[in-house]
T-cell receptor
Framework: GESVGLHLPTLSVQEGDNSIINCAYS??????FIWYKQESGKGPQFIID?????DKRQGQRVTVLLNKTVKHLSLQIAATQPGDSAVYFC??????????FGKGTTLSVSS | SAVISQKPSRDICQRGTSLTIQCQVD?????MFWYRQQPGQSLTLIAT?????????ESGFVIDKFPISRPNLTFSTLTVSNMSPEDSSIYLC???????????FGPGTRLTVL
């Protein structure tokens, strides 16, 4: 079946650094992608999304990049803070179907 | 954005019993979904809860084990039947206003089966 995978299971950064979390997807028909943040004991929290007709989208301190040629998605967090420590999931969807999730990357920010 | 609540937030249950989890959305939504998140893992889609008709289950999930109801556009329930310790997971309700729109999640129900 189709799946979304992540390159790195853990990422450790210093406070103030920029973080980059990567994601590879396998379904070339996917047209919608989301990044979620999940803190311990909580449900996934929406961070940012992007549609397949775009290659970059910016939010507050976050940027999502989409490379359809190599089926790669990344989340960039600027000036990472301790409060950014969490598990980050990418998820994909196509033709309005339910989201399919990747394995998750744990981001650990030390001060 | 839709605000989603779930009840109970957590429960500890005995093997062989059943638990029904409730999901309430603060606005009418087109689509509702149920996911399972096993310890230390990602989210796996269980089923799409269809209003007024039977839920659509993903491979590996069956109605006898996970019966789902969706009586209206704001509410759904998931029952975990005849539980075993392998069912210990977080169960998450999700919804979106329209297909391809942002999909929001509830806080999850943490289930432990002894």
């Amino acid at each position: 079946g189709e799946s979304v995978g992540l390159h790195l299971p853990t990422l450790s950064v210093q406070e103030g650094d920029n973080s980059i979390i990567n994601c590879a997807y396998s379904n070339s028909a996917s047209d919608y992608f989301i990044w979620y943040k999940q803190e311990s004991g909580k449900g996934p929290q929406f961070i940012i999304d992007i549609r397949s007709n775009m290659d970059k989208r910016q939010g507050q301190r976050v940027t999502v990049l989409l490379n359809k040629t190599v089926k790669h998605l990344s989340l960039q967090i600027a000036a990472t803070q301790p409060g950014d420590s969490a598990v980050y999931f990418c998820a994909e969807s196509w033709a309005g179907t339910a989201l399919i999730f990747g394995k998750g990357t744990t981001l650990s920010v030390s001060s | 954005s839709a605000v989603i609540s779930q009840k109970p937030s957590r429960d500890i249950c005995q093997r062989g019993t059943s638990l029904t989890i409730q999901c309430q959305v603060d606005s009418q939504v087109t689509m509702m979904f149920w996911y399972r998140q096993q310890p230390g893992q990602s989210l796996t889609l269980i089923a799409t809860a269809n209003q007024g008709s039977e839920a659509t289950y993903e491979s590996g999930f069956v109605i006898d084990k996970f019966p789902i109801s969706r009586p209206n556009l704001t509410f759904s329930t998931l029952t975990v039947s005849n539980m075993s310790p392998e069912d210990s997971s977080i169960y998450l309700c999700s919804a979106w206003d329209s297909p391809g729109d942002t999909q929001y999640f509830g806080p999850g129900t943490r289930l432990t089966v002894l």
